[in-house]
């Protein structure tokens, strides 16, 4: 009989050791990181163009000569020269720059009757480049035959600016989440107790 109850014993024994080391008992909690999306706002400098700040300190009508030349041959032999001037009318349109930087200005005349070019055999263009430094006023002039109801219009360079532009982007982020697990007796006396 003894041997018997030791065998019971024995048998209760590994029982209990079983139950102790491999069913999970007991529930515990553990901390894991998780990735997620997220939306995130950021700004950016955005260029963009922007003409130069200048002024027209005056507008006004001047008065400038043309010469005019001819040569006639006479008889074959010898040449005679002619020449003589002629009073016509100058469109002046003076620009001041009036911003930090350098730059160029256009300055397009619109006159009733443009000078004749002989020399080119066309007409005179109807606009001025002003190269200004900061500050720097210089006056555009255009001489026609007519001005008449002239006008005038003035086109600056531009220059880069920055703006900020909100903007969004998709990002991965890691946030820590609990979660929970069952562990044997033997587990949570040798790791969580």
């Known amino acids: 009989?003894?041997?018997?109850?030791?065998?019971?014993?024995?048998?209760?024994?590994?029982?209990?050791?079983?139950?102790?080391?491999?069913?999970?008992?007991?529930t515990v909690a553990y901390t894991v990181m998780v990735d997620y999306q997220d939306t995130e706002t950021y700004y950016e400098d955005e260029p963009y163009q922007v003409p130069l700040d200048y002024e027209v300190t005056k507008s006004y009508?001047?008065?400038?000569?043309?010469?005019?030349?001819?040569?006639?041959?006479?008889?074959?032999?010898?040449?005679?020269?002619?020449t003589?001037?002629?009073?016509?009318?100058?469109?002046c349109v003076v620009v001041r720059n009036i911003d930090t930087i350098s730059?160029?200005?256009?300055?397009?005349?619109?006159?009733?009757?443009?000078?004749?070019?002989?020399?080119?055999?066309?007409l005179c263009l109807p606009y001025r480049t002003l190269s200004l430094d900061p500050n720097e006023a210089q006056t555009a002039e255009f001489s026609a035959y007519e001005l008449g109801d002239w006008s005038y219009e003035v086109t600056p360079?531009?220059?880069t600016e920055y703006?900020?532009?909100?903007k969004q982007r998709t990002v991965t982020k890691q946030r820590p989440e609990t979660r929970y697990k069952e562990v044997t007796l033997l587990d949570y006396l040798l790791h969580y107790y």
């Open 157 to 159: 360079s531009t220059k």
């Open 103 to 122: 730059g160029t200005f256009n300055v397009s005349f619109s006159v009733s009757e443009p000078l004749y070019d002989l020399c080119l055999g066309e």
């Open 163 to 166: 703006k900020q532009v909100e």
């Open 61 to 82: 009508v001047g008065q400038g000569t043309i010469t005019h030349e001819t040569s006639t041959v006479i008889g074959g032999i010898g040449e005679s020269h002619h």
């Open 84 to 91: 003589w001037e002629e009073t016509i009318p100058v469109a």
């Open 1 to 26: 009989m003894s041997k018997r109850i030791g065998i019971a014993v024995s048998v209760i024994i590994l029982i209990v050791a079983l139950v102790i080391c491999l069913v999970p008992l007991k």
